[in-house]
């Protein structure tokens, strides 16, 4: 039977119909966001790591449908918007992606101030976000631009190396940017949207071999984002990278978890001071500004700066007819 035959079940359903799905879609520094700001799944007034784990559990359809082909796409980041349970944060937020759920998401949280700013909910200025790894705290400077303080993040361990398939050794550092990351700076690579595919299959091999090789974060997290990292030589940043994410698909923008764990390792080895300003480079050129304040607990907190621009306003649909509306999955 192929995928096209297959009959899509009642519990596949992503939201009862009629509900209206209203979203807001944006890129920041190339890499897409889809806020769902209406017609979302009721997830209750509990803390937001818990309305996280009610989502995964009981409306994982939506986010597949949300994201994935035909109606998304891999390298796409869903925001749900929900009402915070801290009454001085604007808005509470679930990230989620093709294959899951993300603690915080950088880029995304850019794209989120953008569009609370184009809903007039909030006005340049300082403001809060909820999500479910604790509260971001941002600066939304007009015309799409956005400073946020991220989640305190450290390194866990350093100079860690692994084998690839094809022999190759690469070593990088063990990260916790909101997300956990491998930072390599010991690759082999040059950083250019030319060598899109290599860079890909290289990023995917290091994940491969983290598996493999039992690398792990802090009490064996899985270390789901891979970046590569190296000097820019173009001078415009301090650094040039490329972000592998945790659904196969690379981050258009520098990432702004990856540019907030090399921060971290950078702070570590005293190569950056606290308050230094510090610019990530992303493969298709866009560019993340941040610097670190110690967290007074051997951490860090990044701050990261980058613009979003709104690329539409829609309403979802997703007729009981079709046999595709939750997703093509593999
Ligand atoms: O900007 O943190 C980020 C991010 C993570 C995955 C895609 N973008």
New binding site residues.
Partial sequence: MSLREVPASASDTPTPSPTLVRAIDSH?EG?PTRVIVAGGPDLGHVPLAERRERFRREHDAFRRAVTLEPRGSD?L?GALLVAPTDSSCDAGVI?F?NVGY?G???????GVVATLARMGRIGVGPGKLETPVGIVAFDYLGDGRVRFSNVPCRRFRKDVAVTLEDGRTVSGDIAW???WFYVVHEHGETLTFDRLETLLATTRSIRRALVREGVTGDAGAEID?VELAEPDPSGVAHKRNF?L??GGEY?R????????ATLACLADDGKIAPGELFRQRGIVGGI?EGSVQPDGAGGWIPT?AGSAFVTAETTLHFDPLDPFRTGIRS
């Fill in positions: 920041t890499e390298a980041v990230y992606n993300l915080m998401c950088g880029h995304a949280t850019i940017g909101g997300n984002h972000v994410c945790p981050d923008s520098p990432c702004g978890t990856g540019t907030s993340f990261i």
